[in-house]
């Protein structure tokens, strides 16, 4: 097996994927061997440039994946650090989440969240009740 590196991959169907690789000659039939693959767009927003990061395949929990080179039209190193260092934190975010629950994000106060249910509903029924009573 070859040296492993940061790629991104541009498949037949279109998919761009940003991966550590290695190639392996296989017996005279090469396939790339990607670990960890990822889709990355990119946003423009109000607030700059913010990268969306996400699992190729999103319903497996495998981490090693082989893509004929018949499936690939174009690969190329990556050596924006930017990048790298995305990928690295969404790895490794990712792999301290799995053996709590795969596929399971707790909510806390950046995504919004503020309060359990019944907790918001207690104060929006106290708001509404003060505001009866100064109508009254």
């Given at each position: 097996m070859g040296d492993e590196f940061y790629a991104i991959i541009k498949l037949v169907s279109g998919e761009e994927i940003l991966s550590i690789v290695a190639t392996d000659d296989n017996g005279g039939n090469p396939v790339l061997i990607l670990q960890n693959p990822?889709?990355?767009k990119l946003i423009q927003g109000k607030m700059g440039t913010i990268a969306k990061v996400k699992p190729w395949i999103e319903l497996s929990n495998d981490d090693?994946?082989?893509?004929n080179f018949d499936k690939i039209i174009t690969?190329?190193?990556?050596?924006?650090?930017?990048?790298?260092?995305?990928?690295?934190e969404y790895i490794s975010d990712d792999n301290k989440s799995r053996p709590e629950?795969?596929?399971?994000?707790?909510?806390?106060?950046?995504?919004?969240?503020?309060?359990?249910?019944?907790?918001?509903?207690?104060?929006?029924?106290?708001?509404?009740?003060l505001k009866d009573n100064k109508e009254s």
């Open positions: 990822v889709i990355i090693f994946y082989i893509v690969m190329t190193e990556l050596e924006d650090m930017n990048l790298i260092s995305i990928y690295d629950s795969p596929g399971r994000v707790k909510p806390d106060s950046k995504m919004g969240y503020i309060s359990s249910v019944e907790d918001a509903r207690k104060r929006l029924e106290d708001i509404f009740k």
